[in-house]
């Protein structure tokens, strides 16, 4: 009899009439409002993909039956082979991949260069004060705010008289110049969130201003290093203006080439080889950040925020 | 240098220091013994650790020398004065593991394999952290970091011991055990240490010679008990001893060739009081430590008076009183068992030899 009563009673109480164990969760309105927006958000921004991946998979005589929303019949990876391999810009028909190789001849020492720069920049500006550096850091930030088209022409005068115009070497030192102050900025505020006191440690222990920064600041630069990489990788990757401007036909980056096959006036418009060649073009950028989106935030949580 | 048969270590003379136009040390003289346990206190923002600092050579002074072991090292590099360090946030090296955190100066220096193995060996076991060395500091206790720091200054056989506040990130019970730790390792080194704090246990436990400091000047450079018991103004009064020294500001009276210390209706006789300097009737600040005044059981004190309870606090060992004399707030430290009971009106008596006279305009001692 009290046996049963008292089950009577566990029941109610795992029934969640009386508070016990885990609070139970309910979906509020608010809730279903966030997830409603997500889904539409994720929606808005995933059709044109989609649309996109489908179209580049179909043939051409599909295409112009205009069912653009339709999987395709019969997937074919034609136009994603013409559009690595066959496009046309203009005379030339390599398709992309020149362009691709292009882009990474300047992207990679366009960001190990401009990283290394800057984090060198920020560990001195950081523990190494020296006179005028707070205005020398005043006008790296100034240039994080002055807009790119301004100084477009000087620069093309000043690369030219030095030989550096439409060369390689030339379109890397204007990437490494225009990535300097928002990758100082980052680095510094980095290393002015880390103890004072780890820099004096190491400087009792008799180390220098490389030993410093080789020993013991590097090392503890991963994440913020990850977020330049990330930030420089894709800044580069998808520039198009000084890319036109200063890289020189012959060291055109992807994007570029990109535009010059879509914007091809000769011929039929092969929808399905634009699309392909447009994945292909995004697909870097996006893989970065599919592999490190986790140490992103991690590095901007780390670094960033610490003024 | 009156300690010159003992052999000066280090030695700071006419040392300033400004930030801009901050002054925040000033002109200060500061000799430290051979061996000696040197401890700086001070409030908060006193230029403790600016001037721990500027012995280490991380900070340019303005002005001044610093000789350690008998050299000129003003202008050196923190590694050429034979100086350790231990800092308040351990920083220990977070990417090495404790071994390479402790021979990262000795691999600067570029000391041979085998000697800085030695010296590892030596130092862990000191400091007992043989088990830790494989680990990286994230996986340490406080008390574990703590001496993992003090262990990177000991293998770099060192004259010279700065601490800056090495005890104050750990919890009461690991700063007691530490602190006697590092009174053991003192004894046992014989070092030159130079140890900075704002906890006055620390102070009066630890040093051979504290000195009270107050906006970048040394108020006060004695041993412990001459410091505690024979301050040289008021602030080292105030700012040493916890429950804080009794303080009545009344007048200095003298009646019949004898001094009197008079606060409205009380009469504070002076007759066992050491005066300092020659006294002269007018305004003065009386103080007196409440472990000083007992709960008078009729013998003969110099001084008696009633008074009334307010407040008692039992602290366990010791019970802290409250009183009214007077106008005057006063507190008394007894042990438990003297503690007054039920007791309205109690009577409370001192020797005046016990006491500290202030003068009430510059606040030094009479
Ligand atoms: N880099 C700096 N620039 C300007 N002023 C500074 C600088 N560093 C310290 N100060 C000032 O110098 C004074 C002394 O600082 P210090 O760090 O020596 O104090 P402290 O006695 O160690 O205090 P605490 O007990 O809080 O550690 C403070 O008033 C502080 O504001
Ligand atoms: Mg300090």
Redesign the interface.
């Known amino acids: 009899m009290t046996a049963a009563q008292l089950t009577a009673q566990e029941l109610t109480d795992r029934a969640g009439l009386v508070p016990f164990g885990p609070k139970p969760r309910r979906t509020s309105a608010g809730r279903i409002g966030i997830y409603a927006f997500l889904i539409v958000a994720s929606l808005f921004f995933l059709i044109p993909v989609y649309i996109m991946i489908v179209t580049s998979l179909k043939g051409m005589p599909e295409i112009r039956l205009g069912h653009l929303f339709n999987f395709p019949v019969e997937p074919t990876f034609q136009p994603w082979a013409d559009a690595w391999l066959h496009a046309c810009t203009g005379r030339d028909c390599n398709g992309l991949s020149p362009g691709f190789y292009n882009s990474v001849k300047i992207t990679v020492p366009s960001v190990a260069i401009s990283i290394i720069c800057a984090s060198i920049n920020g560990y001195a500006l950081t523990f190494w004060p020296y006179k005028g550096a707070n205005l020398l850091f005043g006008l790296l930030v100034f240039g994080a705010f002055v807009p790119y088209q301004v100084v477009i022409y000087p620069l093309i005068i000043g690369l030219s008289s030095v030989g550096l115009f439409a060369t390689l070497p030339g379109i890397i030192i204007v990437h490494t110049i225009f990535g300097m102050p928002i990758l100082t900025l980052l680095f510094r505020n980095f290393y002015a969130a880390l ?1 004072v ?2 820099f ?8 220098g201003f490389w ?1 410093i920064f080789f ?2 600041m590097l ?2 630069s991963v994440p913020i290093t990850v977020v330049a990489v990330i930030l420089q990788v894709t800044g580069i990757w998808n520039d198009f203006l000084f890319g036109i401007v200063f890289a020189g036909r012959s060291n055109w980056p992807m994007t570029v080439q990109l535009n010059n096959i879509v914007n091809t006036t000769t011929g039929v418009r092969e929808y399905n080889v634009n699309m392909a060649a447009t994945i292909l073009t995004a697909a870097v950028p996006l893989i970065i950040y599919f592999v490190s989106g986790r140490w992103f935030v991690r590095g901007i949580a780390a670094g960033a925020v610490k003024g | 240098m009156d300690m010159a048969e003992n052999g000066t270590s280090v030695s700071i003379q006419e040392l300033s220091l400004n930030f801009g136009a901050v002054s925040v040390l000033k002109t200060l003289n500061l000799d430290v013994a051979e061996g000696e346990f040197i401890v700086l206190l001070g409030p908060s923002g006193c230029g403790k650790s600016t001037l721990l600092n500027c012995v280490a050579g991380l900070l340019d002074i303005s002005e001044g020398r610093i000789f350690i072991k008998g050299k000129n090292v003003t202008w050196e590099e923190p590694k050429d004065r034979g100086i350790g360090m231990v800092f308040q946030s351990y920083a220990l090296y977070p990417q090495m593991t404790v071994e390479k955190n402790l021979s990262f100066g000795l691999r600067v220096a570029g000391l041979p394999k085998d000697e800085i193995a030695k010296r590892i060996a030596r130092a862990s076991e000191i400091l007992q952290i043989e088990p830790l060395l494989q680990r990286k500091p994230a996986a340490l206790s406080g008390g574990q970091r703590q001496r993992v720091a003090i262990g990177r200054a000991l293998v770099r056989d060192v004259d010279v011991f700065l601490f800056d506040e090495p005890l104050s990130n750990l919890d009461a019970k690991l700063r007691s055990e530490l602190r006697v730790e590092i009174k053991l390792l003192h004894r046992k080194l014989q070092n030159t240490m130079i140890y900075v704090t704002h906890d006055q246990i620390e102070a009066m436990t630890l040093a051979d010679r504290i000195a009270v400091m107050k906006g970048g000047v040394i108020q006060q450079l004695d041993a412990p008990q001459t410091i505690y018991n024979r301050p040289v103004n008021r602030f080292v009064a105030g700012f040493l001893g916890s429950p804080a020294m009794n303080f009545i500001d009344g007048r200095l009276e003298k009646d019949k060739g004898d001094w009197h210390f008079t606060v409205e209706d009380v009469r504070i006789p002076l007759s066992t009081y050491a005066f300092e300097k020659e006294p002269v009737p007018g305004p003065a600040v009386f103080g007196i430590r409440p472990e000083h005044v007992a709960f008078n059981s009729g013998t003969g004190w110099p001084f008696t008076a009633d008074a009334t309870v307010e407040v008692v606090e039992p602290m366990g060992s010791d019970t802290l009183v409250w009183l009214k004399l007077g106008k005057q707030n006063f507190t008394v430290r007894v042990t438990s068992e003297r503690t007054p009971r039920n007791a309205d009106a109690v009577s409370i008596g001192f020797d005046p030899m016990r006491a500290s006279l202030f003068d009430a305009q510059t606040g030094s001692r009479l």
Request: glycine share 6%; net charge positive; aromatic share 0%.
């Open positions: 103890p006191e780890l004096k440690a190491a400087r009792v222990d008799g180390a030993r020993s013991i090392p503890m």
